[in-house]
């Protein structure tokens, strides 16, 4: 089940009036977005699922409310509790300590507390935007998270297609080091096979020279399709497989375009990673936006969004409806796309995906597939 606490509280902590009823029509909000997420799913998830997913959601409220009970009562006591002048009756005060007058001048001599500042109209439509985003984020995770529950079935299709496995592939990475001198297949060569190129860990290491240890492994980038729900066509997706075989470590990435228009999000970002056994890099607890980046570059430009974990080592990441536009130009341009991480060990990484020539090609395709619907 997901964890639904994180992003109620987050909503919760930016409204400008937290009160019971603002705060309902937040949890009201999420649940009606959840359950209707959950019920349009083709096939139909078991109700038993549903119910437990609402249950989840219905115990990180009651978490919240608790938390929000406490914080009153001490409130409450504080306020009722006298004031050491008023411990003391009439004008007189123990000696050592100021009297009322003497008290009241010196509060007078204090610098005054700086007044809030009156908040434009535009502030406040920029908060009901992100508030439309955290709920939207709530339905994705319920969504997300029923699909990715830890079944056999499901952890099977994590792992790379065996049959796109391209036995000439390390001689092509080889060639691609310096430059994309991509090899051309044989005049009477069967069906092209996806084409791996280069991709990597890098974690802080101080035993390592530069205090970074790198693990190089393969990407594979495909065009992908995925169901929008009953009697709808299929439409594509973007689809990565990562093998980083001495980080002992698989990724899968699939990006999509959000076709509900219930939800505040242009595009999501699914990233499930695999360690294996005895993996240097063990368990992922968060993850940052990607970032594109161009060749040589130092750093990256991160995608507008939200990433938010919906399972053990599965990240949903939703882009930003309001700056669609800046993340479709990010998507396609730079050959990059690099991931930050925080490892459960306390440590930090980033996963490092080149698109490549063939890459590229699907995210091109895709990308205007998607702009012409």
């Known amino acids: 089940?997901?964890?639904?606490?994180?992003?109620?509280?987050?909503?919760?902590?930016a409204l400008p009036n937290s009160t019971p009823e603002t705060r309902k029509a937040i949890y009201d909000r999420a649940k009606k977005a959840l359950l209707g997420q959950l019920h349009a799913m083709q096939p139909p998830p078991p109700q038993g699922a549903i119910d437990r997913e609402a249950q989840a959601l219905d115990e990180?409220?009651?978490?919240?409310e608790s938390e929000f009970a406490v914080a009153a009562i001490a409130k409450a006591r504080a306020e009722e509790a006298p004031s050491p002048a008023d411990a003391y009756p009439g004008d007189e005060a123990p000696e050592g300590e100021p009297s009322r007058d003497e008290a009241s001048t010196r509060d007078n001599l204090r610098p005054a507390a700086p007044r809030p500042v009156k908040q434009e109209s535009g502030g406040l439509r920029r908060?009901?935007?992100?508030?439309?985003?955290l709920a939207g984020v709530g339905a994705l995770v319920g969504f997300a998270a029923w699909k990715l529950r830890d079944r056999p079935e499901d952890l099977a299709k994590l792992a790379p297609p065996t049959e796109n496995a391209n036995p000439e592939s390390g001689a092509k990475i080889g060639q691609r080091v310096g430059g994309e001198n991509v090899a051309q297949p044989e005049p009477n060569a069967g069906p092209t096979l996806p084409i791996a190129y280069r991709a990597a860990v890098l974690t802080r290491d101080?035993?390592?020279p530069g205090g970074v240890k790198t693990y190089v492994g393969t990407v594979v980038?495909?065009?992908?399709?995925t169901?929008?729900?009953?009697?709808?066509?299929?439409?594509s997706a973007i689809h990565a497989d990562v093998d980083i075989p001495d980080a002992k470590l698989k990724t899968t990435?699939?990006?999509?375009?959000?076709?509900?228009?219930?939800?505040?999000?242009?595009?999501t970002i699914n990233v499930r990673f695999i360690p294996g056994d005895g993996s240097p890099i063990g368990a992922i607890n968060a993850i940052g936006m990607p970032e594109m980046r161009a060749d040589e570059a130092p750093k990256g430009v991160a995608l507008q969004g939200l990433p938010v974990q919906i399972a053990a080592n599965a990240f949903l990441a939703g882009l930003n409806q309001t700056s669609a536009e800046q993340n479709r130009a990010l998507l396609d341009a730079p050959n990059w796309m690099d991931i930050q991480l925080s490892l459960a060990n306390g440590s930090i990484a980033k996963i490092t995906m080149e698109k490549g020539a063939g890459g590229r090609k699907v995210f091109s395709d895709v990308l205007a597939e998607w702009n012409g619907k």
Do not use: C, T
């Open 227 to 235: 169901n929008r729900g009953p009697n709808q066509q299929l439409v």
């Open 253 to 267: 990435l699939v990006i999509e375009k959000n076709f509900d228009p219930s939800l505040s999000f242009s595009h």
């Open 221 to 225: 980038w495909r065009r992908d399709s």
């Open 60 to 64: 990180a409220v009651a978490r919240l």
């Open 127 to 133: 908060l009901v935007i992100i508030l439309g985003a």
């Open 1 to 13: 089940m997901a964890d639904y606490y994180p992003l109620l509280a987050r909503a919760v902590a």
């Open 206 to 208: 101080p035993s390592e």
